[in-house]
């Protein structure tokens, strides 16, 4: 089956400007989470839902991100005012109920311009 | 609160040479410890992982790690590698609660096999 898709692939972006990073998990999968891997650095959590609700939002930088999956699939990763420092790889994870592992997309290289 | 570290950023190794990529941890409960690959170009892929049991754990590609606890290490080890080995490594630790939670990672080991 397919595995989790994140789009855009790439997404560059004026300093200031609001963008969106979408992720689809694979189908079934009841926990999502977000991760941030910028250059020379492993991922870094972000934010973790189960379900619809955010169980652990506690990586998330500042109140300039934030996340919603509103039908328990779908999720949307909403950055405001753009910062050169947000540029980094934006990686989707998904898990169905009662694993041990998450499986990961291939990632949105998001740069700051 | 946990963290992961490994020490080496780059291992240049010959192929078909014996290659150990390691991994501490620290964490103040019981923890489930990962290898993640990271192919040229591709996400990263769950390569093998320890939950309980046998601390010896094996990829279907000739990796293995062990789990030592009294050392909190997850060092990776494979006896002889491959040129398609190639890749970044990543070592994570997440709580081990039953399911998945959070990854902490590393900040990887890059493989370099050469002929």
């Known amino acids: 089956g397919a595995g989790v898709s994140q789009t855009p692939s790439n997404k560059v972006t004026e300093k200031g400007k609001y963008v969106e990073l979408r992720c689809d998990p694979i189908s079934g999968h009841t926990a999502l989470y977000w991760y941030r891997q910028s250059l020379g650095q492993g991922p870094e959590f972000l934010i973790y839902f189960q379900g619809t609700g955010a169980a652990d939002d506690s990586g998330l930088p500042n109140d300039r991100f934030f996340a919603v999956r509103p039908e328990g699939s779908v999720s949307t990763l909403k950055i405001q005012r753009t910062e050169r420092g947000d540029s980094a790889v934006y990686l989707c994870?998904?898990?169905?109920?009662?694993?041990?592992?998450?499986?990961f997309g291939q990632g949105t290289r998001l740069t700051v311009v | 609160a946990q963290s992961v570290t490994q020490l080496d950023s780059q291992v240049p190794v010959f192929e078909e040479a014996p290659v150990e990529l390691r991994c501490n941890y620290s964490s103040s409960v019981s923890v489930y410890l990962f290898w993640y690959v990271q192919y040229p170009n591709q996400g990263l892929q769950l390569l093998l992982k320890y939950l309980s049991g046998s601390t010896l754990v094996e990829s279907i590609n000739g990796f293995e790690a062990e789990f030592n606890k009294s050392q909190t290490s997850f060092h990776l080890r494979k006896p002889s590698v491959h040129i398609s080995d190639t890749a970044e490594y990543f070592c994570a630790v997440s709580e081990g609660r039953g399911t998945a939670s959070k990854l902490t990672f590393g900040t990887g080991t890059r493989l370099q096999v050469t002929l």
């Open positions: 994870a998904s898990s169905p109920q009662g694993a041990t592992e998450a499986f």
